[in-house]
T-cell receptor, first 116, second 112 residues
Framework: DAKTTQPPSMDCAEGRAANLPCNHS???????VYWYRQIHSQGPQYIIH???NNETNEMASLIITEDRKSSTLILPHATLRDTAVYYC?????????????????FGTGTRLQVTL | DAGVIQSPRHEVTEMGQEVTLRCKPI?????LFWYRQTMMRGLELLIY????????DSGMPEDRFSAKMPNASFSTLKIQPSEPRDSAVYFC??????????FGDGTRLSIL
């Protein structure tokens, strides 16, 4: 599985953009980059994913470098409710007898603290 | 739509007792995953099912742990006998093929 490297913690002022970096230099050509977050005492929440192109949804934007070795998750206007641990994951596809499946391997993530 | 539903939310029991955790996946999802989260080891995948069949149980820590999925809308994770080191938050997640996994709010398990 391609490993990811994230800074352990980051701070962001409320209302500003939060830019969370992730390195995944060993990513394979068909592996997707996924982002999840975990707010205290809750289950992980899916944010966004991408393969090559930049992606945007109602929660965030995902910028993937052309060589795909790194990516950045952007929360355009961070709020206090965005305080959470953010996980960058390279989704591995696993072959088994009757097909394929996708596995997520969670690292330690980045603890984002949004402050007033 | 209802998300992944786990029960109980909290469980406290004495070591040696049997513990059963329950999960109801999102309707229409054909993959179901069990994870365990601890401070020391983070979030670990224990086992996952496709169409109710266990596909990969390599993350199950030992024989004391077992998981079943008798039908598409229900799964259990059982620990027998339980030990203090099994104390953790256990999450269930479900998904469609190649789609994002959706997680429940977890079961916080404490073994005394």
């Amino acid at each position: 599985d391609a490993k990811t490297t994230q800074p352990p913690s980051m701070d962001c002022a409320e209302g500003r953009a939060a830019n969370l970096p992730c390195n995944h230099s060993t990513i394979s050509g068909n592996e997707y980059v996924y982002w999840y977050r975990q707010i205290h005492s809750q289950g992980p929440q899916y944010i966004i994913h991408g393969l090559k192109n930049n992606e945007t949804n109602e929660m965030a934007s995902l910028i993937i470098t052309e060589d795909r070795k790194s990516s950045t998750l952007i929360l355009p206007h961070a709020t206090l409710r965005d305080t959470a641990v953010y996980y960058c994951i390279v989704r591995a596809r696993v072959r088994y007898n009757t097909g394929t499946a996708s596995k997520l391997t969670f690292g330690t993530g980045t603890r984002l603290q949004v402050t007033l | 739509d209802a998300g992944v539903i786990q029960s109980p939310r909290h469980e406290v029991t004495e070591m040696g007792q049997e513990v059963t955790l329950r999960c109801k996946p999102i309707s229409g999802h054909d993959y179901l995953f069990w994870y365990r989260q601890t401070m020391m080891r983070g979030l670990e995948l224990l086992i996952y099912f496709n169409n109710n069949v266990p596909i990969d149980d390599s993350g199950m820590p030992e024989d004391r742990f077992s998981a079943k999925m008798p039908n598409a809308s229900f799964s259990t994770l059982k620990i027998q006998p339980s030990e203090p080191r099994d104390s953790a938050v256990y999450f269930c997640a479900s998904s469609r093929q190649d789609q994002p996994q959706h997680f429940g709010d977890g079961t916080r398990l404490s073994i005394l």
